[in-house]
């Protein structure tokens, strides 16, 4: 299994805000301390402002901040979101001609078990989880 590239970022963007609890942040400023593109960042804080996880302040000296608290944010719910709708497996989609083999196939069973494990081991942690220690993390993101 693995997730995909937006998910991690939206777990990222999450991060640097959960540190930075007391003022805005910048996507330049994230993107910067992670090294990674502006352009994707932009995409996922579109969905998170969207979504209401984040708000986002327009104009001179706006930015972004946690809508929320930390503890209160579950990961297996931003992972979902995140990771959209899609089937994890074409068997899955709903289209009768997907896969020959599915009324007889056990694997889509086995599939969905697992992911429904890796899920629920997600909702047992919130985002406050992941910045307990929040010195090294702070160290290493904003020596950049």
């Known amino acids: 299994m693995k997730l995909t590239i937006f998910s991690d970022y939206t777990l990222r963007v999450l991060m640097f805000l959960a540190l930075n609890r007391d003022r805005l942040a910048t996507i330049p400023e994230i993107a910067a301390a992670y090294g990674i593109s502006e352009n994707h960042l932009m995409k996922v ?14 104009g001179k000296g706006g930015g972004i901040r946690l809508a929320g608290e930390p503890e209160s944010i579950r990961l297996g719910q931003i992972v979902r979101v995140s990771e959209g709708n899609a089937p ?14 599915a009324p007889a196939c056990r ?5 969905v078990r697992a992911f429904d494990a890796l899920y629920a081991t997600l909702d047992d942690y919130t985002l406050a989880d992941l910045v307990r220690a ?3 993390l702070k160290a290493l993101l904003l020596r950049s």
């Open 45 to 58: 804080v579109h969905q998170l402002a969207r979504s209401g996880v984040i708000e986002s302040v327009r």
């Open 88 to 101: 994890i497996v074409e068997c899955l989609s709903g289209d009768a001609g997907a896969c020959r083999i």
């Open 107 to 111: 694997l889509s069973a086995v599939l």
């Open 134 to 136: 929040p010195r090294g």
